[in-house]
């Protein structure tokens, strides 16, 4: 999972898009996908990377067939959906990969991606954080978050 991470946080979306399962019907829009997962997972943090199991084979104490892995939960519409990972392969090696059923629920969590009240609360403690900072560094911050915005 570091490595989607680490392409996603690079926008590497096509790198990224390798450990989405992507529905059938749905490649056209991989990379979109893989944009809208990352802004999803981003705000609500529902994955702890320390937490993941650094075992090839993942979690075997889950009760889940060893292919799959429930990495953790988003809450939409009044409803817990599963985050979940599948062992895939390419002629790169094995990985794990978000599961088409996870990533056929990404459209619904994109739209409902903002939790207002979470939201505010870390805006303002992001903004408290980078007032308290020399001008400088408050624009250089500042900048570098206008050059992220899509």
Known sequence: MREF???ANE???????RYLVIPAGEQARRDELTRHL??????????????L?????GRLDDRLPGSLEQVGT???????????????????GDFWAFSA??????D??????????????????IWERIEATPSEV?????????????
Request: hydrophobic letters at 35%.
């Open 74 to 92: 988003i809450g939409t519409r009044g409803h817990a959906q599963p985050v979940r990972l599948v062992r895939s392969s390419d002629a790169q």
């Open 101 to 106: 059923t996870t990533v056929s629920h990404v």
């Open 38 to 51: 990352k802004s999803v997972l981003d705000i609500r943090r529902p994955i702890d990377l320390e937490t």
């Open 11 to 17: 926008r590497r979306w096509s790198d990224a898009a």
């Open 138 to 150: 408050r624009d250089a911050v500042l900048e570098s978050i206008r050059k992220r915005l899509p």
């Open 108 to 125: 619904d969590w994109y739209a409902d991606r903002i939790d207002h009240e979470t939201f505010s609360t870390r805006q303002r403690a």
């Open 5 to 7: 991470f680490d392409a």
């Open 53 to 57: 199991s650094g075992e090839s084979g």
